[in-house]
Each structure stands twice: as C-alpha cells, then as structure tokens.
C-alpha cells in the first residue's frame, strides 16, 4: 500500500517498497539486516527497509533461471509487444517514477519525467530489434557441407545498478537483454532500491511472465554473491570504477562475462572559433543530477585567445542555475546523494584551493532552508594543476574545472591526460580539426558541437580504459547479451 511522505513541498503517494520483486510479486526478504534511507533533500530518514541475504539472492536466480528457459523460446514478435507495452506503462507511469527518483535521490521532477520517457524511448527502440537477431552461412565449399551461425541469449544477466540514474541504468541495458531473449536480476544499489522494484512491477502490469525480471534489494553481500554465481550468463554494471574492479574480479571466479560502464573524466574542448554562447550553454549540462553522472563535461578546456571571455560566461551562467528542493517545479538542481557524497566534493575542492586553484564561483555547501540537506552549489575552478586530485578522479559533483590551452597538440595532450575514456565534447567551426580531434581523442565517443552523450539509442555507448568495456545501444548493445554459435554440416 501506499504511504504518504514528506516532502519540502508537502505530500506524495509514491511508495518506498519494502522487499524484493520474486516471480511477479513483492515478497519480504529472510535477512535480518535493514538499510535506513535518508532523503537528501531533508537529511532525515524517511524509510527503513530490509536487505536481501544471500538465500535470497539465491531464490531470486532460481526463479531466472527458470522462466529464462521459456521465455528464451517466445517469438519474437511477442517479445517485441512485451517491449512496447514496459514503454507504454512506463510512460503512465511517470509522476510515480518521477517522485520516487526525487525522494530517493534528489532529482528535479522535470528531470525525472525526462528521464521515464527517455527509458520508454529505449525499450521502443529494441522492441525493433527482436526480429533482427540474425546470423550468417559461412562460404565452404559445397562438396564439404553447409556451415552457419545462430545467435542464442546468454541467459540469466545480472544488472548492478548504480544508484545516480536507476531508470535510465535499467533501460539502457535491460531492455537489450529482454530483447535478446534473457532474463534478468536487478541489483539496485541500497542507495536507491525504490525505482527498480516500482520497474518490476510494471513489467508485470505490462505483462512480463513471473521471473523474467526479479529484484535482490540488498547490499554488497547479496551482490557479490550474484556475480560470482555459477548461473549467471551476463554481468551488466553501471558505477563507479572501484565497484566495477571488484566486480570484474568476483566474475572472473566462473570467467563470467561483463560489460562495464564506468566512471569518467570527460574533457570538452572550446576552440576560439567556436559558438562560444552555445558552447558555454552545452557546459552547464555539468550540473545535471547535480553533477552526478559519468559522461558528463567535467573538464573546461579552453584556448587561451578566449579562456576569459568563456569563463567569464560560465559562471554568469552556472550562476543562474535553480538549486533547491527536487518537487519545486522550477528547480533546475538538486542535492547530492548523502553526507559522504557532500563530503568528498567539498574536500576535492578544498584540496585544489589548497592547492592553488582559485574557485570562481560555489564550493560550499549551501545553508539557509537547504542546510539540513546536501546542497552544494554549481563549482567553477581555475588554475588547476592537470595533474591534481581534482582533475584526475571523478569528482560526482556538480563541479567545473577550467583550463587554457595555446594549442591543438597541446589541448589533446591535457584531454586524454586521465586514465578515464568514455566522452569527450568538442567545440569548433572547422570540420576538419572536428574530424581530427574525432580520432586523436582517446574516449568512447566524441560529441562535437553541442551533442551529448549517449548520442541517440540507435548509437554504442561505452568507454575505454578505467571507464570500462563493452556498449550499451545499437546493434552493440544488444550483441553484449547474445552468444554465437557455429554449426556445421557434412552432407
């Protein structure tokens, strides 16, 4: 049943589920231990709940793996109304989503419808593709026979999700596994459980067969437990770089596959003959989910010609920008996920002032009526030492540093000077450079002249280095949950 909570705002009805989602149902977990949310707009707690133990953890794989062994035999046009009706419900949905993400980590409403409908878009998209999953003949000679490939469902795919985006990491690479004829186990982070389970359910109001999509809400023990289990075809995380090492080393007990999207350090590149109004207007994407996302524009890099006059419009703008409480329909940016997240920014950044950064705009935490929630405002840092804490390590914060260049070479050298590589953003009139940075750019993708990043559904989205391997969207994404299979016949 539904429970009223508070907001700064007054009331919602949007349910924090206490349990997990078994075989169609919301079921309690048999662990002893909870988990105690607090809202970060308020800093207070408003729901207890409990975490999964590893028996439950065990049920929930159980169940998977059975109904994978029918549903990895459903035609593929059925697959394909299942996709379309989890959008279509999604999108009913969107106010709940929408206040769930607000309540349980700090995003805007306007944000959250967003990004439901985004989501429906992406199981729209590989709905089409459940017919497409085609394999090739191999030219042998006749007299030898016929050789051939099939595509089959690796299986059971175990999605860790990070907590920053809950609906957006479930659609991204849950809808390609569903596609391909899997079934799925969500692991939510205990951070943000609450979307997952809401998720689940309308998979089942959309008609998903029990056990095709279940949720383990638990803490690292339950997770580790489902990664390093024997049945599990696919692990799919999206996080943090430190998780996804541990994670990959759990997998590699039974050599099982993973595709990891990782952290970032993404560097934008601001030419002087560039749009600078749109240039500068494309870098305040920064403060998105206050600042909480991989693939976003952390790093300002911008040719000395110009640097003050960007600068100078960078903070004019992150200025402007609305932060408060998350159901006030015209805030722009909410709080950070907890206390230790609010922590960590405002230490990154008292670190590089302490180290001779200058912050031209934000840096502490705001008080006022946000002081008991953690509201730290957009950051802008200059004269940051390339090789600093700040510059190097992903801050998950709404926090901008700005650097000068005097040159292509040189503006390459400082881009690709992390050992992160999922976007980089470029912004430049000639087409020519466009192309060369295209390619001189080490990242998973290039985003020139305002695109962000993932581009489009239809468009592999991932990283290199310690910002992961494997894709998410296009033919890419949902190849990371099909295996190839070779047969030949001798006639």
Known sequence: MSTDLETPMGTTRAELADGMYVDGRLVPVTGTRTYQHV???????????????????????????????????????????????IAATLREQTETLAEINALEVGTPLNFGRWAVADAAAWFD???????????????VPQEEGLDFTVYEPVGVVVKVLTWNTPIGGISMSVAAALAAGCTVVLKPAEQAPFAAVEFARIC????????VVNVVVGDREAGDYLVRHPGVGKVSFTGGTATGSALQ??????????????????????????????????????????GQGCSLPTRLLVERSV???????????????????PFAADVQMGPVLNEAALERILTLVADARAAGATCALGGERLGGELAEGFYV?????????PGSDIAQREVFGPVLSVF????????????????????????????????????????????????????????????????????????????????????????
């Open 377 to 385: 405002g957009p950051t802008v840092l200059v004269d940051v030492e």
């Open 307 to 325: 640097f003050a006059e960007v600068l100078e419009q960078m903070v004019a703008l992150l200025g402007t920008v609305s932060v408060g409480d």
């Open 249 to 290: 080393a759990a997998a590699a007990e039974n050599v099982t596959p993973l595709v990891l999207e990782l952290g970032g350090k993404s560097a934008h590149l601001v030419f002087a003959d560039a749009d600078l109004a749109s240039a500068t207007a494309f870098n305040t994407v920064v403060t998105a989910l206050s």
């Open 39 to 85: 809202n970060p707009a308020t800093g207070r707690v408003q729901k207890e709940f409990g975490l999964a133990s590893t028996a439950d953890a065990e049920t929930a794989m159980r169940s998977s793996a059975t109904a994978f062994q029918s549903w990895k035999r459903v035609a593929p046009a059925e697959r394909s109304a299942v996709l379309h009706r």
């Open 125 to 139: 998209y590989y709905a089409g593709w459940t017919d497409k999953i085609t394999g090739d003949t191999i030219p």
């Open 404 to 491: 000068a260049f005097d040159t292509e070479e040189e503006a390459i050298e400082l881009a690709n000077s992390t050992r992160f590589g999922l976007a980089a953003y470029v912004h430049t009139s000639d087409l020519s450079r466009a192309l060369r940075l295209a390619r001189e750019l080490e990242a998973g993708g290039v985003g020139i002249n305002g695109k962000m990043l993932p581009a489009t559904y239809a468009a592999p989205f991932g990283g290199i280095g310690a910002s992961g391997y494997g894709r998410e969207g296009g033919r890419a994404g949902i190849e990371e949950f099909l295996r190839i299979k070779n047969v030949a016949i001798k006639f």
């Open 204 to 211: 089942t109001a959309a008609g998903v067969p029990d056990g």
